[in-house]
């Protein structure tokens, strides 16, 4: 195990570096980027919104007419521009390596304080819809495979499948006009985490306004979940209580609650064990771009979209970084909870 997880370890730098090097390659022919932005907020102070306008989208040289050229090469300067490419790349590199993620080009702020600034939101989002996910799916799954075949598997499996099919952008929009005072009634808070008046609220009335304007968000974003982990809870049950074992255990007179949940249920969880790291950092980083729009929730998602639209390219590289070592770590972490829920398999094959 220790070689293969030297390996891994090993194999994660030429990882990192191709999906770094591929998006700053990407990003050479990205038209729009922060120099172009900037000649075209001062063509606009010169010329007018109307000339402005035109000339946002235009190549660098287009861009620049009108600009003293003393001008243009500060601005370079200001970005980091008037350096060749291969050797902004090696900068990048190095500051990345020390875990210096840079300084965002517009909102005058290190990555990292952009980061840390989103993170609460995102965490709300995350940790709610990672638990709720587990806690309904698990329990809904193991029943569906003891009941398999029944009604209730039937109108059960009816219901999640219909829940995933809605994006979840979409049931925000119909959560919003059914309680958020769109149509009907406003039960529930339109945008945001906490109320105006949070500081002058009690412990418990902090707690009780933050649960209140999760609800909706959460809902949103937790229902499409629902139909994997439940069917693949479902199937991993089924394919335990048809096993060998389970027949012996019913032979020797155990009960059927004994079957279940003392040699049934570990065996059966090892897919969701596995997949606890993947799916708990999935929760933060992933799918939450349209909820945070749609609810005014001003997370990670929302951070990484604009840092794209405005082409703020130290938030793109170094948030694409952080989360690409994530996710790294996190497969790793995966391969080795294997390990520990199952001793029989280790990295060369199953004894």
């Known amino acids: 195990m220790t070689s293969y997880l030297l390996k891994r370890l090993l194999l994660m730098i030429p990882t990192l570096l191709g999906v770094i090097t591929l998006t700053f390659v990407v990003i050479q022919f990205v038209p729009g980027g922060p120099v172009e932005q900037m000649l075209a907020e001062l063509r606009h102070g010169q010329a007018g919104s109307g000339e402005a ?4 989208g235009s190549s660098l040289y287009k861009g620049s007419q009108g600009i003293d050229g003393e001008r243009l090469k500060e601005i370079q300067a200001l970005y980091g521009f008037d ?16 875990f210096d993620l840079g300084e965002s080009y517009f909102q005058h702020k290190s990555v990292w304080e952009l980061i840390r600034a989103k993170l609460p939101v995102s965490i709300s989002l995350g940790l709610w819809t990672f638990i709720l996910t587990y806690l309904i799916s698990v329990p809904l799954g193991i029943a569906k495979a003891v009941r398999a075949g029944t009604r209730f598997d039937t109108l059960s499996s009816l219901v999640v499948l219909v ?8 049931l925000g929009v119909l959560l919003l006009v059914l309680f ?11 945008r945001g985490l906490t109320s105006d008046n949070w500081d002058q609220l009690s412990l418990m009335g902090k707690v009780m306004d933050y649960l209140w304007h999760i609800v909706l968000p959460i809902t949103a974003q937790v229902v499409g979940g629902f139909a994997v982990i439940t069917m693949l809870t479902k199937n991993a049950f089924l394919e335990e209580i048809r096993k060998q074992y389970v027949l012996t255990a019913r032979a020797k007179g155990l009960s059927e609650r004994t079957v279940l949940w003392r040699h049934v249920f570990r065996n059966a969880l090892i897919p969701l064990v596995t997949g606890f790291p993947a799916a708990f950092v999935g929760a933060f980083f992933a799918g939450s771009l349209l909820i945070e729009t749609l609810f005014s929730l001003d997370g990670l998602g929302l951070l990484s979209y604009e840092s794209v639209i405005r082409r703020d390219y130290p938030v793109v590289l170094g948030s694409l970084y952080l989360f690409t070592l994530i996710g790294l770590v996190t497969k790793l972490i995966s391969d080795i909870c294997y390990v520990l829920a199952d001793p029989r398999i280790h990295f060369e094959g199953i004894d």
């Open 163 to 170: 829940g995933y099919a809605i994006p979840g952008f979409v």
């Open 180 to 190: 958020g005072g769109g149509s009907f009634v406003q039960w529930f808070p339109l």
């Open 83 to 98: 350096k060749p490419p291969l050797e902004r790349y090696w900068m990048m590199l190095k500051r990345f390596a020390v």
């Open 53 to 56: 306008s035109g000339s946002a």
